[in-house]
């Protein structure tokens, strides 16, 4: 009966789990993190995405806690001060010129899609010809962004594989420059539970001691 | 020196007899179950959303310009300022929770009932002062779910009659969701925290009046009263322990759970969201606004699936003490309640379809089904509980503290 009750108490949480239903079948991706994958990753972005994108909660100073050197990111950062965040290449007017808006910002993006880097990773790699012989997108129908890396058409399988390793480490360091306080969270998360549940374990022999003393 | 200092300030304000009054000699039933935690729960959270609240605004700008930016400041360049806004942000939802399970324990064991209706009705005063503040403390992030949440929301109040228009653009200060609501919503989710804790001081006066309710539902006799410290001040922190690993494992390893990702693009007026949801709390309402075809209606019947909790006093017709404990038919009613309030939440979660809107109307007339229903079935169920003889449980208890009484009066 007590179980019941508890389950039904739980019950109420529900409905903020059941509305994870992907809308677009996300493929499925190991974005483990590692400090190769990030790094690479990196130049990806910086070299490729930021063509057009900025990620402008991010500073240069910020690759130095990814690995980093000082001196390579004086090369990244040219005449920029260490503190100014990675904008794009293009201006935000001309970018809106050619796609007909300004490409979003991709420092949150992980986190403000369903699915966050999978989402990214399914993404770009989800362009295809469809049999007009125009490019589309599995994921996103009618994207005004273009197939950048040339998934549509790319036919050799070590070639797609390669590529797709590509955006792999992008999508790994989208995730982290969308959290990038995780790693710092769950470590600190871990000595917070193990500090609570000791506490905790005290609290609840303190408490039978404490009622012992009736009966 | 102590002593000394003590009696110092006992002479001219009562903290002694204050401590003895509402803590060390205050009685309490010894029969209360862990249910009876999440009162104390409801305050420390309060504490943890202040605490953490008040950190958060000396960092956080309310300027359509800059509101966005901030709070992103706040998680990447504020020292632990993640933490000051995941605790906050799971913090609400906690709120939430702990209050809804309270609300769930006083209406199973029946204790709205007299003489603890004014505990009832300042509760429920609370209830409607946290949905506000929470409402408005989720415009704040200015993300495309705050903008647009609360644009659907403040456009409900178009339905009040002759001066709808009036009254939107009144509580916006713009035609739209815009700067000046920002910064309104912003200083009174600022003040409400502290008339939630006014209204909590009141509601505690009025507990400290009538004393805690029990799982029989009725007044114990004194011998199975204990003070409320040490006892349930031990218990309430080995409770809160276990809540707070509820909570840590939350804000620690899934704090995105409760921040929707259309929230983290920054509101865009020109571009609504596919799927507008509120936050979890508010799907069963949401559901019942949505279930209704007339705006004016529907904000009635979701206004009223609120208020009328405070009808409970009224409609619950029957004598037989200890609620759903001892009442077999009013304890199906509430396990109905509960399921059926579950199955709106999930109805106001998904994006509105034919099936669905029937499966939310029925809910909804369910939902207020059960309070129309309550006057009747708590009669009924009292007369045939009366005719077949009350459960042996109720009855011993009824005698036992009847005689107890009895015994003190001599």
Not at chain 2, 1 to 15: G, K, S, T
Not at chain 2, 69 to 95: C, E, K, P
């Amino acid at each position: 009966m007590k179980a019941a009750r508890l389950w039904l108490g739980l019950a109420l949480l529900l409905p903020a789990l059941s509305n994870a239903g992907d809308e677009a079948e996300l493929r499925t991706v190991d974005l483990t993190w590692s400090a190769e994958a990030v790094k690479r990753g990196v130049e990806t972005v910086t070299s490729v995405c930021m063509a057009c994108h900025s990620l402008k909660y991010i500073k240069y100073r910020d690759l130095l806690k990814l690995g980093y050197t000082p001196g390579e990111v004086d090369v990244k950062r040219a005449d920029r001060d260490l503190d100014s965040p990675l904008l794009s290449q293009m201006p935000p007017d001309s970018a809106a010129e050619a796609f007909g808006k300004v490409p979003p910002d991709l420092s949150l993006m992980a986190r403000a899609r369903e699915g966050g880097g999978r989402y990214i990773y399914s993404m770009v790699t989800g362009f295809y010809l469809d049999p007009a012989g125009n490019v589309d997108n599995r994921v996103f129908h009618g994207i005004r962004m273009p197939d950048v890396l040339g998934f549509s058409g790319v036919t050799d399988a070590a070639q797609r594989a390669q590529l797709e390793g590509t955006v792999r480490d992008a999508a790994i360091f989208l995730e982290w420059a969308a959290d990038p306080k995780a790693q710092e969270r769950r470590s600190l998360g871990f000595y917070v539970i193990g500090y609570l549940a000791l506490l905790t374990v005290l609290l609840y022999l303190l408490k039978r001691r404490i009622w012992g003393r009736l009966r | 020196m102590a002593n000394r200092v003590i009696a110092w300030i006992d002479q001219r304000f009562p903290l002694t007899s204050f401590i003895k009054h509402e803590l060390t000699d205050y009685p309490t039933p010894r029969n209360l179950s862990y249910w009876w935690n999440f009162g104390f729960l409801a305050g420390f959270v309060l504490v943890i959303q202040m605490v953490s609240g008040i950190f958060l605004a000396m960092h956080y700008k309310p300027d359509t310009a800059l509101a966005f930016d901030s709070v992103q400041h706040i998680m990447r360049d504020v020292n632990y300022g993640w933490l000051i806004r995941y605790l906050h942000s799971t913090g609400a939802s906690a709120f939430f929770a702990v209050i809804f399970i309270h609300m769930a324990r006083t209406l199973y064991y029946g204790s709205y009932r007299a003489p603890r209706e004014l505990m009832w009705w300042t509760g429920q005063v609370l209830l409607l002062l946290i949905m506000a503040t929470a409402f408005m403390g989720y415009l704040l992030p200015w993300g495309q779910m705050s903008y647009w949440g609360a644009q659907v929301i403040t456009n409900l109040f178009r339905a009040t009659p002759f001066i709808g228009d009036q009254i939107v653009v009144w509580m916006r200060g713009d035609f739209v969701v815009g700067d000046a609501t920002l910064t309104r919503f912003f200083a009174l989710h600022f003040l409400f925290p502290f008339l939630i804790f006014g209204m909590v001081v009141i509601h505690l006066v009025g507990l400290h009046t009538v004393k805690s309710s029990n799982p029989s539902g009725i007044n114990l006799a004194d011998k199975d009263n204990i003070p409320f410290h040490p006892y349930f001040t031990i218990k309430d922190f080995y409770g809160l322990g276990v809540f707070m690993l509820v909570f840590g494992a939350l804000a620690f390893f899934f704090p995105h759970f409760f921040i929707e990702n259309a929230n983290n693009i920054p509101a865009n007026p020109l571009q609504t969201p596919a799927h507008i949801v509120p936050e979890w709390y508010f799907l069963p309402f949401y559901a019942i606004l949505r279930a209704i075809p007339d705006l004016l209606g529907g904000v009635v019947a979701m206004a009223l699936s609120i208020l009328i909790f405070s009808a409970m006093p009224y409609l619950d017709r029957s004598r037989i003490p200890g609620g759903g404990r001892y009442r077999p038919v009013y304890r199906v009613m509430f396990y109905l309640f509960v399921a059926d309030v579950v199955l709106l939440g999930y109805v106001g979660a998904e994006p509105p379809t034919a099936t669905l809107a029937i499966v939310g109307q029925v809910a909804t007339f369910m939902y207020f089904g059960m309070f129309l229903l309550l006057p009747w079935a708590s009669r009924k169920e009292e007369q045939w509980l009366r005719a077949r003889g009350l459960p042996r449980a109720v009855q011993e208890l009824l005698d036992d503290e009847a005689a107890s009484a009895k015994g003190s009066r001599k």
